[in-house]
Nanobody, 121 residues
């Protein structure tokens, strides 16, 4: 029932910016930990950034200072602002979320289908 839909990917030149969105629908929920992962061709999926329920954030060393993860609870959406993009940022980006329910306590962990980010001149 719960769906995570990523959007905002595309082709961008080196040094450019993109903002990815992860819209969550299908259930009454609140966010616990929400993460962005990415998987480049021939590479394992890696954690890019996450944000906890209290607002604390973590970033992979490779994206610190360039990427920012944020939430808009009113829109049930998580964002990844990506600035100063490099060719090595090229990957499929996936949203992952632990969702809570005020009645049951925990809804589950969910993945989106991914959005392609390509950084190339």
């Amino acid at each position: 029932q719960v769906q995570l839909v990523e959007s905002g990917g595309g082709l961008v030149q080196p040094g450019g910016s993109l903002r990815l969105s992860c819209a969550v629908s299908g259930s009454i929920f609140s966010f616990n930990v929400v993460s962005w992962f990415r998987q480049a061709p021939g590479k394992q999926r890696e954690l890019v950034a996450n944000i906890a329920s209290g607002g604390s954030t973590n970033y992979a060393d490779s994206v610190k200072g360039r990427f920012t993860i944020s939430r808009d609870n009113a829109k049930n959406t998580v964002y990844l602002q990506m600035n100063g993009l490099k060719s090595e940022d090229t990957a499929v980006y996936y949203c992952n979320a632990d969702l809570l329910n005020s009645y049951s306590g925990y809804l589950g962990n969910y993945w989106g289908q991914g959005t392609q980010v390509t950084v190339s001149s």
